[in-house]
Structures are given as C-alpha cells and as structure tokens.
C-alpha cells in the first residue's frame, strides 16, 4: 500500500499504471575525464583548506634553492678581516706602508722643487733682458750683470728655503698619512693577494678576525676558492643531472610522489652529512647528492601538483611552485646570516630539508598516474577527498573516469617515440629550448660582476635582491600566460630580452652608481626568469601523462647541461669585447623564438600519446581514446 501510494502519478496524465512496478535503476555514473571532474570539483581557489593543501605540497620546494647555493655562504670568506702576529708579516706591512708614502713623497717633492727652480730662473731671464735693453751701453751692462747676480743669488736662496719648507712640511704630512692610511684602513695589504702572494699561513702569520667561519678557513684553502667554489657549483649539477636520468624512468614507475620522497629524503641525508664532512673532496661527493635528491625533488612535486591543478588555475599554481625557488633564497640568506659557522649551516638546512618531508608523506597520489597504472579506485578515492576539502563533495560512485589503461615500463615509453612523430618532434624542441634558456640564465642572469659598481654589495644584498626581481618576474609571467598563451607570452618576454640585449650594448652613464648596461641587464635576465617559468608550464602540458615524467626530466637534465656550459659565455666578455657575448645571447634568443613558433599552445593535459598525435593534426577539441 505504501508503495501504491508512494508512485500513484495524478489521474489526468497518461502514465504506467499506479500497481506496476517503478524503474529503480541506479543513477547512471557520469562519464568524465580526470581534467573535467577537477574542474568540476574546483571552481574557486578562494578556498582555505585547499589554499593549506597547496602550500604544505610545495614546502620541499622551498629546499631546493637553499641547497643549491649553501656553498656561497659557507665558503664565504672576508679576506680584509685577518690582523698579523708574526715578526715576517709585521715587516710586509712596514714595508707596504714604507714604500707607499715614501714613493708618493719624493715623487711630489722633487716635481715641486723642479717647477718652483723652473719659475725661478724664467723670472731672472726675463729681468735681465729688459734691464739690459732699457739701460743699453757698457756701463749700464756692468750695472746690469751686478744686478743679474744679486737676483739670481737672491732668488736661489729664496728658491731653497721655500724648497726646503715645502719638503719638510708636506713630507711629514704625506708620510703621517701614509701610515695612518695603512694601519687603520689596510685597504691594499689586507686582501687576498698578500695572503696568497706572500704564502702567508693561518695560526704562523695571521688569524681572522671575521666573525663568520667558513670552510675556506677551516681547511686552508683561501688561495684556491674560487677554482673550489666553481667545482662545488659543477658537481651540483652533474649529481642533477644523474638524478633526472634515473627520476625520468622511476616517475612513471612508481609515481610522483613517492620519487620526490626519495629525492628530498636522499637531499636531506646529504646536507645533515655536510656538517661533519671533514675535507673538500668528501664535500665534493655531499654536493653531488644534494644535486641527485633535489633534481628528483623538484621536478616530481612539479609533476605532481600540476596534475591536480585544474585547467581554469592551472598558471597560479605553476607560478606558486617556482616561487618556492625563489623564497628559497631568503631561507639560506637568514641561515648564514644569524649563524655564524659554516658546518652549523649545513646541520640547520639539513634539519629544515627533513622536516619539509612530512607533508609528503600525507599526500595522495596523482589521480592521471593512478588512472595510467590501471587503479580506478584509487584514483576516485582521491578525486573524492578533493571534492570534500574543496567543500564541493562528489561521490566517487556517481563517476566513470574515461581513461586508457597502458603498460607502463621503459620499453613501451621509448617504442611510443618511434611510433607518435608528434611527441618525439615536440621533445626534441623542448630539450633545446630547455638548455638553452638555462645557458643564458646561467650566463646573463644577475650578472653581479656588472652590479657590483652599484650600491649593491654584500653577499646577503646580492642574493636578497635576486629573489626579489625573480619573484616579481614571475608573478608577470602569471598574467601573460594566463591571457596572451604560453607561446606568445613566451616569444614576448625573449624578445624583450633581445632589445635589452642590444641596448647593454651602448656605454650610457645614467647616475654615479647605474649605467645603461646595468639597467638592461636586470631587464634581461627578469626577461629570462618569465621564460623559464613559461617552459616548465608549457612542457608540462604538452607531454602526455603516460611521459610527463620522463619529458620533464630529460628536459630539466639538459637545463642542467646549460648551466655548467653558461659561465663559460660569461668569461668571453673578459678575454673579448662584450659586443660579442651579447651577440651570442640574441642568436640563441632567436633560434628559441623560432622553435617556440613550431610548438603547439596548450591548455589541456594530454593523457597519452594518442591525444598529442590528435593535438598536432589540429583538433582543438580532442579527448582521451580508447584502446584500439
């Protein structure tokens, strides 16, 4: 009876009769790709837990930077702050200040005395001629020669005095300031030089007064720091480099998340093991680890968050990533800033390196890479979990995600470059814009050897100022992808590198402490940065799920390639005239303008192959397909 009553329809409509049995079928699920159902659950970034969500993602990002450039800071030396406590130092500086002021007071001296004997005599001459010319006759040149006598003894006693007044008086001022000069200031015995050309040894011949300790103290290698500096910086990037050849086949293996945990766990190990490594060539072996885990690190959180963005969002939280970058400089600049010894810093970066794992540990797996390995559930279980915290709940049963199941090994990776043309071309592009940019960044960008004529000086200054012109470049990037395209917007930034380029070419003084040259070089290397953050979105959404891993490696490895390559750009402007570094930065800034051109824009994620062969033959509207 209930149920008779529950279904009975109003009697006027031509309806089943009010007995017979209602169609209780299910509700049917929902056919949607991974892409549609996030931009169906995020429909606002204005969501706080969501907002938590993201920046506890990107906390080993912000590691990243810190533990590239530890070694500045813990390397850094003051070489004008040693003060000497041996009898052969204390006599290289008497003869330091010796023979600065004595040299400077005979050279002024005697150019003195000759111009004031010089005057002397002109002045004599001259009386002479007119006495004898006015006076005429024998008597009168009698007269005149006695005359000419009395001036000239008259004028050579008066020549010596004042010659000998002069030379005591500002002889004794040059020399008390000579030496107040030397032992107050130190500026030219204090330095490396002597340290170096005088093979001066620490504890023997001088102690530091620095209040900061760095390595190069600790181990007596301040005559060789920047050849050491150089080789830390190089194994860096080579241990990067390994690290994105190993994390290109373990991202699609065993996913993104757990690669990253990998990486900041091997990072982490490292950096701790930096404050008890006890020379430079087991110092060597800790920054190639460092590199190795960080590499992995970065690029798969990348990955990893950029899956979960949704379409409408997805330049924010690409541009919130690298800001983890830049925000990375501040962390080591008040590391080595409030602490003062080098092997402390690396105990406090390694501690902050372990604590930054702990939100990936509660993170869940990409949903794309779920769906790739076959794991329906698991990626609806976590498309559900974002739909609560986004507050916009949708049950995972009222869902069918479309998606094409693949066998996931190296192997069938490498075959599907030789069997989709599209994606291997679009690889090929992106590797040499990859190095490319990290060739020019490395060698144009912040060029401190140009800013240091300006007021910009100290080491913290230097890096803090980076991080401010990096972080305003890319919250510019943000808006022109966001409504220009990643293609134009990445052409438009690279050829406003290119004017800036030519324009550092011209010799123009503006202020006392800024040139032309300065001013363009910023332009150009905040230029660079826009770019960069371009292509790592960009690349992202051109390679498929099933290779976003492998891609983005192999093109963030040949990053690292351009950046052991680019300072040696940078020293042709020391061996030739900077016209032709500069000229080299345009030829290459076009070359990548000109592939960008052949590179599809793109706003959807592809899923697999198949999707970016469909994208290349212009459907603009292409979904995933089904197998066969």
Known sequence: LLYTIKFEMPPDQDTQPPCSKPDLQPPSEEELTVSQTLDKIVTSIRNSKLVLVVIASLATTLTTAADTHITVFTSHTPFSQWTCISERCEGLLSNTTLNEGGEGLLSNTTQRGQLLSNSSHSRRDQLLSNTTLNEGGEGLLSNTTQRGQLLSNSSHSRRDQLLSNTTLNEGDERLSNSTLTQHEGGED??????LCDNALEE???FNWTARAVSFVMDWGIYCSSDLKLSLTYSLFYVGAFVGLMVSSVIFDKIGRKYSALFGILSASVATLAGAKVPNFERLLVIRAFQGFGQAINFIGVYCWVIEFAPSCFRELISVTILLGWSLGYFIIVMIAYFVPHWRYIFLTQ???DTLSIAPLLIMPTSPRFALIRDRDTDA????????EICGNFIPSDEIRLTYEARVQDLSQQL?????FPAMLRETIFCLIVWFSMAFLYSAFGMDWSVMDKSVISLIYSKFSTTALFNVASLLLSFPACKFIGRRYSFIGFLFLGII???VAMADVELSPNWHLDQVAGVVRSMTLVCCIAILFLHTSEMAPTSHRGMIMSCSAAAACLGCILGPFLALLSDITDKKVSLGVFAGVAVICCVIMVFLPDTVKLPE???DVELRAV????YRSVEAG
């Open 189 to 194: 015995f204090y330095s490396k030089e002597t």
């Open 203 to 205: 504890f023997q011949d």
């Open 350 to 352: 390694g501690i902050i």
């Open 380 to 387: 609806k279980a976590t498309l559900e979990s974002v739909s």
């Open 415 to 419: 075959r599907d470059f030789k069997i």
């Open 500 to 502: 800036s380029n030519f």
């Open 608 to 610: 697999t192959p198949r």
């Open 618 to 621: 212009k459907h603009k509207d």
